[in-house]
């Protein structure tokens, strides 16, 4: 792993991207390399510097945050992307998502709360992992109506209680507590769901994120296309929430974590 990775971030919110900027530059683990304020500036400094990781406000202006990701992971795969959002609605974090998750971070600004949960998550992108903000995939994940012809229709009753739990990144124990079964029980219902779903139980993390979004997939609203994102940015603009106003808070991001394969 990195020690120091070298991050950009981007943002068109100077409070945010100075904020952010200021507080990472003051930590020994990571080297913010530049600090942006739009989309096409972004990937010209990608372009520039190559760096490890960049961290990225979903509404920054002249090409939004998933476009400018998508950019990014075609011109510089290996580079780690941390998407930070206002928005808890499912397809924005599908469409980030869609085509390949290794690597990438959707967090929601109202629960990022210190910058050791920007600076982790930042390390694990660099690794591979996909890291998910808890808080918004257990508020997506309310809708029990799984879609016709959907991959979950031959999941067991049992097995549909068990997805809804881990795409709202419970652990095992907490699966088991919830359910009123043993905590090796659990791992039954779990292998059977990702052997269902085609996913390779040897590779469980990766295995168990893949399986929340497919859940998603089925229960929420779909995909939202990259162009009709500008539209609902414009309309819906909300405002900037100071990342150093919470700087004395105490953490409840607890990231659900893919490791790569």
């Known amino acids: ?25 003051r ?7 530049a ?9 010209a400094a990608v372009s520039e510097n190559r760096p490890d990781a960049i961290v990225v406000d979903i509404g920054l202006p002249k090409i939004n945050g998933i476009e400018v990701s998508n950019k990014i992971r075609e011109s510089l795969p290996e580079a780690g992307i941390v998407l930070i ?23 929601l600004k109202a629960t990022l709360n210190s910058t050791r949960d920007l600076i982790r998550t930042i390390q694990d992108v660099c690794v591979g992992r996909t890291v998910l903000d808890p808080t918004m995939v257990s508020k997506l ?4 109506n799984v879609r016709v012809g959907s991959e979950l229709k031959g999941l067991t009753n049992r097995e549909l209680q ?9 652990s095992n124990r907490a699966i088991a507590e919830i359910l009123y079964i043993q905590p090796r029980t659990v791992e039954h ?57 919470r700087l004395n808070g105490t953490s409840t991001f607890s990231g659900f974590q893919q490791k790569a394969a």
């Open 35 to 43: 600090a942006i304020a739009d989309g096409p500036s972004a990937l």
């Open 162 to 170: 068990v997805i809804a739990l881990m795409a709202k990144a419970h």
């Open 27 to 33: 930590e020994d683990s990571v080297d913010v390399v």
């Open 85 to 107: 959002s206002s928005h808890d609605r499912a397809k924005y974090m599908k469409e980030f998502l869609k085509d390949d998750s290794a690597g990438k971070a959707y967090l």
């Open 189 to 245: 219902p779990i292998s059977s769901i990702l052997a269902k779903l085609g996913f390779n139980a040897d590779g469980e993390f990766h295995g168990r994120v893949h399986a929340v979004l497919t859940y998603l997939d089925a229960t929420g609203p779909l995909p939202l296309q990259a162009h009709e994102l500008n539209k609902v940015e414009a309309e819906e603009q909300p405002a900037p929430t100071p990342f150093s106003d």
């Open 141 to 144: 994940t309310t809708s029990t």
């Open 1 to 25: 792993m990195v020690d120091a990775p070298r991050i950009i971030i981007a943002d068109g919110h100077e409070l945010m991207r100075e904020s952010l900027s200021l507080l990472l530059d």
